[in-house]
């Protein structure tokens, strides 16, 4: 049997947090750069007249969907992995990737680029009707002089 010498002391208030103040801050200092180098970068694509397609798909949605749409965009900056429900590769496409929202019976997909593992570049957003996606979706090619 193993026996301990040291006693704890059950006295909450006889422990002294003055330095363990600063470790707190340090380590949620810490956590926060931590964070902020494992997130991702979500970026919108924009024309060069301006025109940026995701914002303006976000912008005509009403309220709830909105914040669905934003809180799925939330979830892929901040996961280390993130489930198929919400990011997935398209098949027989150049590396064209959508992110993927649901909200009650509405489905809505933006179509995206990874760049460098950290960068996200949104293209295009749509509300799905059918099983495959739109050709006319796919239509933004992945292109080294982007506005973003």
């Not at 964070?35 to 024309?47: G, Q, S």
């Not at 939330?74 to 909200?103: F, G, H």
């Amino acid at each position: 049997m193993i026996s301990y010498s040291k006693k704890i002391n059950k006295n909450p208030n006889s422990y002294n947090f003055a330095n363990s103040n600063n470790s707190i801050k340090k380590t949620l200092q810490e956590l926060t750069l931590l964070l902020t180098l494992t997130m991702r970068k979500i970026k919108f694509y924009k024309t060069e007249k301006g025109y940026m397609p995701v914002k303006e798909f976000i912008d005509s949605l009403i309220d709830k969907h909105a914040q669905k749409v934003t809180w799925v965009l939330r979830l892929i900056r901040e996961l280390d992995i993130i489930p198929k429900d919400y990011l997935k590769k398209l098949i027989n496409t150049n590396d064209i990737w959508e992110v993927r929202i649901q909200s009650g019976n509405n489905i809505f997909r933006i179509l995206c680029f990874i760049e460098k593992d950290k960068i996200i570049i949104l293209t295009n957003g749509f509300i799905k009707k059918t099983q495959k996606t739109p050709k006319k979706k796919l239509c933004y090619q992945k292109n080294e002089n982007w506005n973003i």
